[in-house]
């Protein structure tokens, strides 16, 4: 189904039988990790995906193969048809842990991609500054990491990536250690952002409502090694950001079905654990 939807599109993303197993030693005994059993996906040109599954299974391992920090060791990601063999300019990554640089300053941290494209100072100074404002930092540009709390650092790594204005946009949880209120802001900003400027936007979130309410496809992976256990569409009108999207009968229908599959992985596991319920 998805696989004839424009993968060749520069902003395509052709996920192909990718694996990933980890691999160290322990004390001299070898040990393995297989993160990513066997992933099979084509993200549509500038499509708004999110990705859930249980804790563990592997989303962040497949989002940072999509970015070329990992290399997959079973299959291949394309990018507009071509294979991916490291990090591009067409790819901005938020990270999970923020993956901020705690001896630079917040604008600093904004720059750096941009000076490393060879944008001249004022200019990369200039668009750090209007993006840091857009996710409600003005006035912190001047402050290091440390002296932030992880949703401000969060909201950092946030301007950083949509600074670059790169076409994918590949999202680790990035409003996770944003409070509630802060949370459906940031959410609305972003929708406001993808509905103005179209980008392909992998989003991975533990939040079911979360997925539901930005997402127009949500990929469930299964439980490590993880494998696509199922893709969910979102049949809810844009823009959603100027109607209650959670009263709509199709949200909770999507919500149903994402929470009965995440639910059976879950009992699945306590089963496995030798926890029953009495
Ligand atoms: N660099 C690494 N070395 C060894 N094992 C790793 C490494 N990175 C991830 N793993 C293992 O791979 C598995 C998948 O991890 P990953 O971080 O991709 O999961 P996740 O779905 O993002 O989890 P969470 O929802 O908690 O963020 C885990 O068992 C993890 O311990
Ligand atoms: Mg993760």
Wanted: hydrophobic share 40%; net charge neutral; glycine share 8%.
């Amino acid at each position: 189904m998805s696989k004839s939807a424009g993968p060749l599109d520069d902003a395509g993303i052709e996920i192909d039988g990718v694996g990933k197993t980890f691999r160290w030693r322990n004390k001299g005994v070898a040990e393995e990790v297989v993160a990513l059993g066997k992933v099979d996906f084509t993200v549509r040109s500038n499509e708004f995906l999110a990705v859930i599954g249980p804790s563990g299974c592997g989303k962040t391992t497949l989002l940072r193969t999509v970015a070329g920090l990992i290399k997959p060791d079973r299959g291949e990601i394309r990018v507009g048809g071509r294979p991916v063999t490291g990090p591009g300019e067409d790819r901005a990554v938020v990270f999970q842990h923020f993956g901020l640089f705690p001896w630079k300053t917040v604008v600093d941290n904004v720059k750096f991609p941009l000076r490393m494209r060879g944008v001249p100072d004022k200019e990369a100074a200039a668009t750090a500054r209007a993006n840091l404002k857009k996710v409600g930092l003005e006035g912190f540009e001047r402050s290091y990491p440390h002296q932030l709390s992880g949703g401000m650092q969060q909201r950092v790594g946030l301007a950083r990536a949509l600074a670059t204005d790169a076409r994918i946009l590949l999202m680790d949880e990035p409003f996770g250690a944003i409070d509630a209120q802060t949370r459906e802001f940031m959410q609305e900003q972003l929708m406001k952002l993808w509905d103005e400027n179209k980008k392909t936007v992998v989003f991975v979130t533990h939040d079911l409502d979360e997925a539901v309410s930005l997402a127009d496809r949500i990929l469930v992976l299964s439980r490590r090694p993880s494998r696509v256990r199922a893709v969910v569409d979102v049949d809810l009108p844009r823009p959603r950001w100027d109607y209650d999207v959670r009263s709509e009968p199709a949200f909770a229908e999507a919500r149903r079905t994402i929470w009965e599959m995440l639910r059976s992985d879950l009992v699945e596991e306590e089963e496995g654990a030798g926890i029953h319920a009495i």
